[in-house]
T-cell receptor, first 110, second 115 residues
């Protein structure tokens, strides 16, 4: 799977939007962009994924650049419960395992 | 629909003992994955199984570790003759099908401590 680059950490204030960036300049045409998060002492949790178009679900939105070399996970109103490590992962259509990088540690201040 | 279940949640073993970790995938999911997270490190893939078959074990240590997913019952990750370096959180995930468009659902993990 192609590599992704994310900032090590970010801070946000509670109830404000959060934009978590991810660069994936070597993405191939069949790679899906997946986001997972891991809350402290818990297993990873699926957040959202997309291929080319922007995606929305109850947890977040995913904005994908037109050239697909970057994407942004958007939490519309951060809560304290959103404090976690967020992972951006590329998966091709034959992909089985998830390859986790370092992720972005999001801290939410009350 | 119950999520992915793992047991035990915590397991303490002395060096040299065996550890057996169990994973029941979500109902209807036939693809199971095991990951390990060493203290202060990231998650690493270990093995991918379908019912009765190991599909990809490229992340499994060559010795002492084995995995199975029998026709009936949970998937088992077995660690023989545990050493202190095996202390970690072991997560199981399942998905309904193979492919980049399918998400994986993770269990709460088993935290193994080797004393």
């Amino acid at each position: 799977d192609a590599k992704t680059t994310q900032p090590n950490s970010m801070e946000s204030n509670e109830e404000e939007p959060v934009h978590l960036p991810c660069n994936h300049s070597t993405i191939s045409g069949t790679d899906y962009i997946h986001w997972y998060r891991q809350l402290p002492s818990q297993g990873p949790e699926y957040v959202i994924h997309g291929l080319t178009s922007n995606v929305n679900n109850r947890m977040a939105s995913l904005a994908i650049a037109e050239d697909r070399k970057s994407s942004t996970l958007i939490l519309h109103r951060a809560t304290l419960r959103d404090a976690a490590v967020y992972y951006c992962i590329l998966r091709d259509n034959a992909g089985n395992m998830l390859t986790f990088g370092g992720g972005t540690r999001l801290m939410v201040k009350p | 629909n119950a999520g992915v279940m793992q047991n035990p949640r915590h397991l303490v073993r002395r060096r040299g003992q065996e550890a057996r970790l169990r994973c029941s995938p979500m109902k209807g999911h036939s693809h199971v994955y095991w990951y390990r997270q060493l203290p202060e490190e990231g998650l690493k893939f270990m093995v991918y199984l379908q019912k009765e078959n190991i599909i990809d074990e490229s992340g499994m240590p060559k010795e002492r570790f084995s995995a199975e997913f029998p026709k009936e019952g949970p998937s088992i990750l077995r660690i023989q003759q545990v050493v202190r370096g095996d202390s970690a959180a072991y997560f199981c995930a399942s998905s309904p099908r193979l492919g980049g468009t399918y998400e994986q659902y993770f269990g709460p993990g088993t935290r193994l401590t080797v004393t």
